[in-house]
């Protein structure tokens, strides 16, 4: 603290004042330079957070006839032939289909249904109704948002058929969770990506590279995707290892990692019954589609 005049001082007492004043002065400076850096510290913490975004990589349904969905899917909606013979491409994400014997349906389960955007959502649902899908809901318009249907696919797949020009192509994915805000946020935390309101409206998490929005409802009641039509979800991560073993950590249920042709993948249970992959290796390849 700066000390008090006295009544009498000596020239020492007065030298003495100055060095305390001249040290106090030194360490409010040091405290604002401590404040400073913790800012500095926390702001790149929160711009590395935002850039660890990792790419959406893919669907995986289950069917009881891969071969006959993979030629369904690329006859009938906008995707191409993938790399191996169970898969199609639809823009940059890969829908993968492995052998079930009996999956159940997915509408009801934690992963409901995934939407795809079309150019004319009434051609199309009526195109899809005679190669073999089921109508669920005819085509509607809800106040601001675009004009959208579903039908539930000749596998057991729902997909919402929606008019949105913005995003051609796959469009998002719909989960049905306990508690849709807090799986949201784990989604972000866990893959970056960016929170928003889609249309203003709906609370969306939306990856790009490719572009694909993550929406949530809540339910109490949903089945865990394992099983269903629509298995899990996918992303491509850098260090699958690191980020099982980082999940884990957390108490979640987890599969080791392992290889699987040219990739390394493990899986997560997330909240609410939703099951995820992640990949490591994925080529660009893969991605395209033929």
């Known amino acids: ?5 006295p009544a009498a001082f000596s020239v020492e007492h007065l030298l003495s004042c100055c060095v305390t004043m001249g040290r106090y002065r030194e360490d409010r400076m040091r405290l604002h330079l401590f404040a400073s850096t913790l800012l500095l510290v926390a702001f790149a913490a929160a711009i590395a957070l935002r850039a660890a975004t990792f790419p959406y990589d893919h669907m995986h349904f289950d069917a009881t006839d891969p071969a006959a969905a993979v030629a369904w899917y690329a006859k009938y909606l906008p995707a191409k032939l993938g790399s191996m013979p169970d898969r199609v491409v639809i823009g940059r994400t890969i829908f993968a289909f492995a052998k079930v ?38 085509a509607r318009t809800a106040a601001g948002l675009p004009k959208a249907g579903f039908v539930e696919d000749p596998f057991g797949i729902t997909i919402e058929l929606l008019q949105d020009p ?25 893959y970056g990506g960016e929170r928003i309101k889609w249309k203003g409206r709906v609370d969306a998490v ?85």
């Open 101 to 138: 014997d009996n999956p159940l349906p997915s509408a009801g389960s934690a992963i409901d249904h995934i939407g795809i955007s079309v150019p004319n959502v009434d051609a199309k649902i009526k195109e899809l109704e005679a190669a073999g899908a089921k109508v669920t809901m005819p």
């Open 206 to 290: 939306r990856y790009t590279n490719p572009t694909v929005l993550l929406l949530a409802d809540k339910s109490d009641n949903a089945a865990p995707s394992q099983g269903h039509a629509i298995d899990h979800l996918g992303w491509a991560v850098t260090n699958v290892d690191a980020k099982v073993n980082e999940l884990a950590s957390t108490g979640l249920k987890t599969e080791a990692p392992r290889g699987v042709r040219n990739l390394r993948v493990g899986f997560v249970y997330a909240a609410g019954g939703v099951r995820i992959e992640m990949v490591q290796g994925r080529t660009e390849e893969e991605l395209t589609g033929h």
């Open 166 to 190: 913005e995003t051609l192509g796959f469009h998002h994915v719909h989960l049905r969770v306990p508690d849709p805000d807090a799986e949201l946020k784990w989604l972000l935390d866990t």
């Open 1 to 5: 603290m700066p000390c008090l005049r």
